[in-house]
């Protein structure tokens, strides 16, 4: 016999974490992935704490080629299968492609575009089998081209599109497939990314979410069977006018606002 659970990648810090908290006030039983075993055991404690059952912390390093396959047998040793698969786990970094280093830059396609899909391949028969759910974390750089931040931006655009394509896929099958797209938020991506929200950047500020609140919006539109969720009307209006305004013009916006201080 196996227990259901939502297993939750990048749950260390930011958005990951608030949506851990979520979910456990839901009522999900959790497994917690991420690099960082000690921050995992601290929120696992937390939740614990708050009257939920503890999830399980798993220290593992999405990276590694058979990161999908290793956490496949830690849930089954550990009698749970997976009924919610929710891939926040990303990073990016902010500087122009030439000037930046090409493996880290690999490393952000690895993280943010193969691990997400070898996790979802991995799990999608239990998933299925549960009526569960997809949750992938994009950004609202999945809708644009990101000069000064190209990787990262082209890494989430495919996290749109195939989030988008497995929602039409898997809902004859009762399976909900979400993609939370947000704008900025105050977490550790920021500070790894390189970003700060000074000059031309500060015009973003207004749109900026605590991580709790993009959580629960995410939680709420996965649930409702939505499709992409924008956490935030400032956020939905720059994703609209960003799709109405010529390339030319939001390519040196874009661009001028990236550039590394």
């Not at 990951?16 to 839901?26: D, E, P, Y």
């Not at 959790?30 to 999830?55: K, M, S, T, W």
């Not at 496949?72 to 990016?92: D, H």
């Not at 497939?177 to 938020?185: E, I, R, S």
């Amino acid at each position: 016999m196996t227990r259901p659970v939502a297993v939750i990648t990048g749950a260390s810090d930011g958005i990951g974490a608030a949506l851990a908290r979520i979910f456990a006030a839901n009522g999900h039983e959790l497994a917690l992935v991420a690099r960082r075993g000690d921050r995992l055991e601290a929120l696992a404690d937390e939740i614990a704490a708050n009257g939920g059952v503890r999830p399980l912390p798993i220290e593992l390093d999405l990276t590694t080629e058979d990161a999908a396959e290793t956490l496949s047998e830690l849930l089954g040793e550990a009698g749970l299968t997976p009924r919610f698969l929710v891939n926040n786990a990303g990073f990016g970094l902010l500087g122009r492609a030439i000037e930046l280093d090409a493996a880290e830059q690999l490393a952000i396609v690895d993280l943010n575009m193969r691990a997400l899909t070898a996790l979802t391949l991995r799990f999608l028969p239990p998933i299925v089998a549960a009526k569960g759910g997809v949750l992938n974390v994009a950004s609202v750089a999945a809708f644009m081209p990101g000069p000064g931040f190209a990787v990262y931006y082209a890494t989430k655009a495919y996290v749109r599109s195939f989030s988008e394509a497995l929602s039409q896929e898997l809902k004859p099958l009762g399976v909900k497939v979400a993609c939370l797209c947000p704008g900025p938020v105050q977490t550790g991506f920021q500070s790894r990314a390189g970003l700060d929200f000074s000059g031309v950047m500060g015009a973003m500020k207004p749109a900026m979410l605590p991580a709790a609140e993009v959580a629960r919006q995410g939680y709420a539109g996965l649930m409702a069977g939505k499709r992409v969720i924008v956490p935030g009307w400032i956020n939905r209006m720059f994703v609209w006018t960003s799709a109405v305004t010529p390339r030319a013009l939001l390519l040196p916006l874009l661009a001028s606002a990236q550039r590394r201080r």
